[in-house]
């Protein structure tokens, strides 16, 4: 037992080495395959001294707009409004308990606990020039990461409590990708999310903003959000709607161990990718289907340990996925709030099952095929290989 647990952590070593050499050390675009991530959530994925200096804007705000709808579309826990400006202060004055509120927690005990990580980001992104900055920055980020491609996503939705309207907040979002594209060597897409447990009806709004920025940086919808209930058929005409209109589907789908939101969300509102997926684990029988559908996975290992999908890496399905001929792509979910980057998930993931440079190269470009931007890209990044 001793000499097969000795060759394993070899095997990681030399594994992780292999994914250094192949995608880089995640510095300025250095990576010699091209690092591609298709599911990264704004809002998860902010600077920490990006946050702090908002917060230090919106003090200067009267604050006099409640935040609690907002923060009550994201979990139990409400902050009151007579203390929102305390609260603030607070946070302010501790840089570790900003850190905190902005992290998943160790440990990390649910998908509920982790969305409760994006409360400030909900609080400080309420207007064009936070949106437009944070934007930017991912892409800088992504960029250092060593990214040649980026799906970015978000809920419009979330972004209205000071008055913006849908149509200023998707704008503002896809400025700030236009400005990282003129700057780095980084292309980056934008998909609207939707909060699935909130009012069926809202997402049409959503869909009617996004189509006049069709085939100008918006690519595609989503429904994301706490998985509690098989949720797809109260979506099913509107995202007959949305792919009427032209955009692709995506759906946040078995991240909580609900096999059925796979099933449903292929079936019922026809999506192109699934988020996560984990819970397919539980019926192997299934995985014909998804082959057949040509599905693709949006996997997120660090993101679905922390939510409890799965208790190791080792026992993360995106490997039983892609020995079963399954599209599986590698992504960081929340950068901020899981901590995380593509080179990390990378050798992480990499590491933990010994894949070969034949077996990244071979998901980079399973990766590529699946990508919502138009052919011209997936040529460009084709030729990197």
Known sequence: MFANKFEMIIRR????SISTAQFGDGKKGEAMLPKIELHCHLDGSLRFETVRDLLELLMTDTLKDSLTPILNGLSTDTVIEDDERAWVRELLADDELLRQHL??????????????????PMMVLQNEMALERVAYELMEDAWED????????????????????????IGAVL????RGERTYDIRGRLILGYLRNTNPDGIYDVIRAGVPFLHKGVVAVDLCGGEHDLFSSRFEAAFTYAREKGYHITVHAGETGILGNIKEAIEILKAERIGHGTALIQSPALYTAIKASGVTLECCPTSNLQTKAVTAIENHPIDSFREAGIAVTLNTDNRTVSQTTMTREWQLTAGAFAWDEAACRAITLQTIDAIFAEEAVKVWLREML
């Open 146 to 169: 060593g990214v040649k491609y980026i799906e970015i996503r978000f809920a419009p939705q979330l972004h209205t409590a000071r008055g913006l309207s849908l149509e200023a907040i």
């Open 175 to 178: 400025a700030g990708i236009e």
């Open 103 to 120: 992290s998943a927690p160790v440990p990390c005990l649910s998908l509920d606990m982790y969305l409760k990580c994006f409360k400030i």
């Open 13 to 16: 070593l030399i594994v992780n």
